[in-house]
């Protein structure tokens, strides 16, 4: 656990920062810098989605994901869960504002490898050196999303922590059942694959051209490597 604590301070200081900053910035500056924002995680989304080795993996994943989303309306909760913090926390804060960061950088901050390898890691032998790093990225990240986004970035630590911390108890928990994970693990790879298409939803809705409800998305990530723990038991090919 000591990794997710880390990053829960380092996404805490870097969405005060910026929010506190981004309160200086002229409008047209915000603006630039959410666009800069938006194709960056559409550029992080398509390079993560590109290192499928069966797309149809990723495509059934989604769809199904998609479904068990929609069914479950993950989308809906998560905006909820931001409103009533945005209530509690920002009362003088533009409505909406506080939600939107608080959803987007929860999103960002839980989708890619890093977040299932660095848990994964840390649970099973204590190594959080992956999350280290993916600490010292999401604290510059959640500066530059706070700058225009608000206070709400800063508040995602608490998705990290229950995300990351259930990840590494998991593994603690499972032991030597999971095996060595790396990053060329096959279910590991699709579902990075599939957590960069999210990504590119993402992407969209910063640079407000699509609002997708990724959220409903979400069970697509853990749809991916079961899809693959199922054909590898019955030796198929993918």
């Known amino acids: 656990m000591t990794g997710t604590i880390l990053n829960v301070l380092t996404v805490i200081l870097g ?33 993560m989605a590109l290192g499928t080795r069966n797309v149809l993996i990723v495509l059934g994943s989604i769809l199904f994901g998609g479904v068990l989303g929609e069914w479950l309306d993950i989308q809906k ?3 909820a869960l931001g409103k009533i913090l945005e209530a509690r926390f920002d009362r003088g804060g533009n409505a909406g504002t506080f939600t939107r960061g608080f959803v987007t950088a929860s999103l960002v901050f839980c989708v890619g490898p890093m977040t299932i390898l660095g848990s994964i890691q840390d649970g099973l032998v204590g190594d959080y050196n992956l999350l280290a790093i993916k600490s010292t990225l999401d604290g510059f990240a959640g500066l530059a999303f706070a700058s225009t986004l608000g206070i709400g970035v800063a508040f995602s630590a608490l ?17 030597g059942a999971l095996g060595a994970v790396t990053r060329e693990t096959p279910w590991v790879i699709e579902m ?47």
């Open 15 to 47: 969405g005060a920062l910026g929010a506190a900053l981004g309160a200086r910035l002229p409008a047209r500056m915000r603006e630039t810098v959410m666009n800069g924002l938006g194709l960056m995680t559409l550029t992080i989304g398509i390079q």
């Open 77 to 79: 909760r998560l905006d």
């Open 159 to 175: 998705t990290i922590l229950v995300a990351q911390g259930s990840i590494s108890l998991a593994a603690m928990w499972l032991g």
């Open 192 to 238: 990075t694959a599939t957590g960069g298409v999210l990504i590119m939803g993402i992407g969209l809705i910063l640079l407000d051209l699509k609002q997708v409800r990724v959220g409903n998305l979400l069970p697509a990530i853990f749809i991916a490597p079961l899809i693959v723990i199922v054909l590898t038991a019955l030796h198929l090919k993918f």
